[in-house]
């Protein structure tokens, strides 16, 4: 997954702000939905995310995925992020 283009934020100490310039929708995030955002732009995957988030905030990592699951179900109803289009391999 990654974050629609269609999306801008910026992120804090508090969390972060996210803008969806087509749809003209702005959004609040916490703490650790910044650092999701932020782990997503860097390319983790849905279970390394959830590690990192674990490790870093001290969380149990079975309330994480399913916090998680559901937070990036959020963000798809809201066209915030998208699958990522994985390139076709070249036949051989």
Do not use: C, W, Y
Request: charged share 25%.
């Amino acid at each position: 997954m990654k974050l629609s283009d269609e999306v801008r934020s910026t992120h804090g100490l508090d969390g972060a702000v996210v803008l969806d310039i087509r749809g003209g929708q702005m959004f609040r995030l916490n703490r650790v939905g910044s650092r999701i955002l932020e782990l997503l732009g860097s390319g983790l995957t849905e279970f390394q995310i959830a590690d990192q988030v674990s490790s870093e905030f001290g969380a149990d990592r079975a309330t994480v995925v399913r916090d998680l699951e559901e937070f990036l179900t959020r963000l798809r109803s809201h066209h915030l992020i998208e699958l990522q289009q994985t390139e076709p391999h070249a036949a051989a």
